[in-house]
């Protein structure tokens, strides 16, 4: 079974900080995702990356950057937290992009609160 | 028009109902497609892929419409533990890296 794992569950943080939030899959997969979800709103994609070292931004990458410096390890970072970054975020992986029935394989996600 | 659009729901069953999604698609070049369900604050988890065929797990079963752009899912026997929002996912070219989530129809299924 795939396993993609978030650090933290949830976490509490204040306007301004710096937060990193890790994801690592143990799949070998190449491609690696981040998404916010938000009510109302579904599932946004903030960054992906298809291969170590290379990143692309998403649909709302405003605010956001990431690190892909292992293929397993996939780290986005909020260079300075804002209460609009409130949400829900969520890494997942998939296989090849070559592959047609490589689906997306979702971490349980990280409950994030900028106070 | 959206990239994916699904059923606007919510969908209140009884158990043992049968109950069908239906989701849309715009993209025509699209060959990858995904149903997940998604718990109330969880993360959404894979129930099936999409086979052109048409796919059965269960009492799950996936119908893919190419000439129409729509899939389906259907739900027979519903059970309490079927209380979901269920997703479309759709994954045009190039495949495994871009995926289209549909908004999300919510099912009920009361006792």
């Known amino acids: 079974d795939v396993k993609v794992t978030q650090s933290s569950r949830y976490l509490v943080k204040r306007t301004g900080e710096k937060v990193f939030l890790e994801c690592v899959q143990d799949?070998?997969?190449?491609?690696m995702f981040w998404y916010r979800q938000d009510p109302g709103l579904g599932l946004r994609l903030i960054y992906f990356?298809?291969?170590?070292?290379?990143?692309e931004k998403g649909d709302i990458p405003e605010g956001y950057s990431v690190s892909r410096e292992k293929k397993e390890r996939f780290s986005l970072i909020l260079e300075s937290a804002s209460t609009n970054q409130t949400s829900m975020y969520l890494c997942?992986?998939?296989?090849?992009?070559?592959?047609?029935?490589?689906?997306?394989?979702f971490g349980n996600g990280t409950r994030l609160t900028v106070t | 028009r959206k990239e994916v659009e699904q059923d606007p729901g919510p969908f209140n069953v009884p158990e043992g109902a049968t109950v069908a999604f239906n989701c849309t698609y715009s993209?025509?070049?699209?060959?990858?497609f995904f149903w997940y369900r998604q718990d109330c604050r969880k993360e959404p988890k894979l129930l099936m892929s999409?086979?052109?065929s048409g796919n059965e797990d269960g009492r799950f079963t996936a119908q893919l419409n190419r000439a129409s752009q729509y899939i389906s899912l259907l739900i027979r026997d519903s059970k309490l533990s079927d209380s979901a929002t269920y997703l479309c996912?759709?994954?045009?070219?190039?495949?495994?890296?871009?995926?289209?989530f549909g908004p999300g129809t919510r099912l009920s299924v009361l006792p």
């Open positions: 997942a992986s998939s296989h090849s992009r070559t592959g047609i029935y490589s689906p997306l394989h």
């Open positions: 799949m070998d997969h190449e491609n």
């Open positions: 990356s298809y291969d170590v070292k290379m990143k």
């Open positions: 993209n025509s070049a699209s060959q990858s």
């Open positions: 999409v086979y052109s």
């Open positions: 996912v759709v994954n045009p070219p190039p495949y495994g890296q871009n995926f289209v």
